[in-house]
């Protein structure tokens, strides 16, 4: 409400902000570890480069399944339980993963892996969203969402350091590692209080919520597609087929490149996170995402290490910048019944949809006699041209209720910025009356 003095986090929820985007980066660490890797992988099973992106594609083609058994188990048990599980799950698959005897354990390691991945990130971003004070949704979305390229920048380092000791199987087992982050949660974090005041209330029924929420499903899909295919296309072939194969950078110089490119990711997310508080969720995606395009030349087309290193940093400001979003995005506009679920699975439906960008790229790149500047490029200004347009077109529910008060709907403001979208999410919080939530 107007007026109302919101405070800042107390420590319990301090601890489930680094918990969830702890989760987040250990998870992405887990994956990264990969693509820095590929080559080797490929050699060692005796394989090519295209054949062995089919890992990263299985990764991603199985992470709806994850959202959706994860999520549905945290909107029933509990985030706090679930996310101990699922963590639990992909720090096991990771350190198996380094002891795959052939490619085709490889690729069912990576399968598996893909569904435990998909389980974290909605469960995690509900869990703080419905933690947090509303005023502090927005820098604790960029937060978040940083765990990402956070993620890619710890693997970037573990790289540097460990991979000439240890190969590309030591690798995967010091991803195993992760699995520690359970004690922390355990020790230290709280049950959501939302879900708390919900658990004694009657379920609607699943399938019942998503069909008075298709017209909002279905954007949000096409929108997340876009979202993986800018993620995916900016970072799957970039160290490994672009500076290494196509420029033939040496082991340091990716390191660092890949370095700078994940502090600028980690930057961007927070800042425009916190942006989004202020000027509102669709202005800065949308900003984000269209200075991604005047950056193009200089990331993907520029040849010295230097200049590079500028536009992957600047490039990973943006797409990370549009990311840093999300979580606040998605888990205002989620159905508060499905809050686990439904970003979850929207988001990692988009992932089923963008898992074939490491293939198709690595086979334009071939197909252009290993050059992919190119495949980079197009995907990424065509994504973010994508994104501009859908998050323009979209609505906002910046300021709805969480936290267990007695109901949820999009402010006054968000009603004015997008009817459709606030029409389709009424018919589910017209049931329980609610207030909106200013900031």
Known sequence: MKGEIVSAPTGLERHVVFAAFLGWTLDAFDFFILIFVLRDVARSYSTSLTTLTLA?????AMRPVGALLFGRLADRYGRRP??????????????????????LTFLILRALFGIAMGGEWGI??????????ARWRGWVSGLLQSGYPAGYFVASAVFGVFYPLVGWRGMFMIGGLSALLVLYVRRSVPESPDWLARRAAPRPAFRRVFRNHLRLLLWAVVMMTAFNFFSHGTQDLYPSAFLGRQLHFSHGTITTIALIYSAGAIIGGIVFGALSQRIGRRAAIVSASLLALPV??????????LTLAIGAFLMQVCVQGAWGVIPAH??????????????GVVYQLGNLLASSNATLQAAIGRHMHQNYSWALASVAGGAALLIAVLVGLGSEARGVHMRGEPGERPSAQAVEEGEDVVQVLAKGSDR???HAESD
């Open 56 to 60: 990263i594609t299985l990764t991603l």
């Open 82 to 103: 679930v996310l101990v599980i699922d963590v639990l799950c992909f720090a096991g698959l990771e350190f198996l993963s380094g002891f795959a005897p052939n490619l």
């Open 124 to 133: 995690g971003a509900s869990l703080a969203m419905e933690t947090v004070p």
């Open 296 to 305: 193009l030349p200089l990331w993907a087309f520029s040849r010295s290490p």
């Open 330 to 343: 998605l888990n205002e506009l989620s159905p508060p019944d499905l809050r686990a679920t439904f970003p």
């Open 432 to 434: 329980t009356g609610g």
